[in-house]
């Protein structure tokens, strides 16, 4: 796409400099030369100007090394949800091929959001410097295009329509199903009235897929709180998430981990963040464009 972009832009250089020639022949030759030179002067600037428009234009179409963590983690999600689909048969008819295809980008999913739950918990300013070396390295390799996150997102889209993690939910409760009948409970199975019944220990795959979703608020609402949305409850629900991503799940933590991302949904959290980090990549832009003047 940037090379068509770029091959487009040194077309328009030729002919801006093909007509200045043309001019140039049309005049007498009395003033030949201070009109070539005139000319000459005006094709560079508007070559110049091209060319910025072209790199201001290629600038937006990067990703921030935030929206690129972003992009990973997102792949992440992706990965995990379309493996427990192939391993619950659920949605067998695409659910491998999807997996397939997430997992080459993220092979190790649940280790990278729990090093990210981690990594949030501690209140560390981004290397400005590691973080545009990267994004060079990334927009060298076409890894930080901004279509890599639309793509991330429609396949968030077609997780929800769907309903993949409620199905999930249920294939995980009936599951953990036998062993409870197995410890010598009922088959009568009811659910506990609200603050009548203590919270019970999940079953391993349960508990995971809560502690990953705990690292996943915890690292959302870090970058909330470093962006400043939400200010009036950031710091609180970024607290409590790290307090609850120390402790073994459960029930009551499953409970309350669909509710953060419940809460998340409403405030339309990632929807803010992504606002705030395109608002200071154009700030970003502004400066430069001023510099550049400045300079010229």
């Not at 003033?31 to 000319?39: E, I």
């Not at 897929?209 to 949305?229: E, G, N, P």
């Not at 981990?257 to 502004?286: F, P």
Request: aromatic content about 6%.
């Amino acid at each position: 796409m940037y090379e068509n972009m770029a091959r487009g832009t040194h077309a328009k250089i030729n002919v801006i400099v093909i007509r200045a020639a043309l001019r140039n022949a049309s005049k007498n030759h009395g003033g030949f030369q201070a009109t070539l030179q005139a000319d000459a002067e005006i094709a560079r600037e508007e070559a110049a100007s091209a060319l910025e428009k072209l790199r201001l234009m290629t600038q937006r179409m990067i990703l921030t090394p935030e929206e690129m963590e972003e992009v990973v983690l997102k792949r992440c999600w992706l990965a995990r949800y379309w493996g427990l689909c192939v391993q619950h048969g659920i949605h067998a008819d695409i659910a491998e091929a999807k997996f397939k295809y997430w997992s080459m980008f993220a092979p190790n999913p649940v280790e990278v959001v729990l090093a990210a739950g981690e990594k949030a918990k501690e209140e560390t300013d981004l290397d400005l410097e590691d973080a545009e070396d990267q994004r060079d390295l990334k927009e060298l390799s076409g890894e930080g295009n901004i279509e890599n996150m639309l793509f991330v997102e429609q396949g968030l889209r077609q997780l929800a329509s769907l309903k993949v993690d409620e199905a999930l939910a249920v294939a995980l409760a009936q599951h953990r199903r036998p062993n409870i009948l197995k410890a010598g409970f009922s088959d009568d199975l009811k659910l506990p009235i609200e603050g009548q019944c203590d919270a019970f220990e999940l079953s391993q795959e349960e508990a995971e897929d809560v502690s990953f979703k705990q690292a996943w608020l915890t690292y959302l609402w870090r970058r909330a709180k470093t962006r400043q949305i939400e200010p009036d409850i950031a710091t609180e629900r970024l607290q409590y998430w790290i307090n609850h991503n120390s402790k073994t799940p459960t029930s009551q933590d499953a409970v309350d981990v669909e509710r953060g991302l419940a809460e998340i949904k409403k405030l339309d959290i990632e929807t803010q963040l992504w606002d705030e980090s395109r608002k200071e990549l154009e700030e970003d832009i502004d400066n430069s464009k001023m510099s550049d003047r400045s300079n010229f």
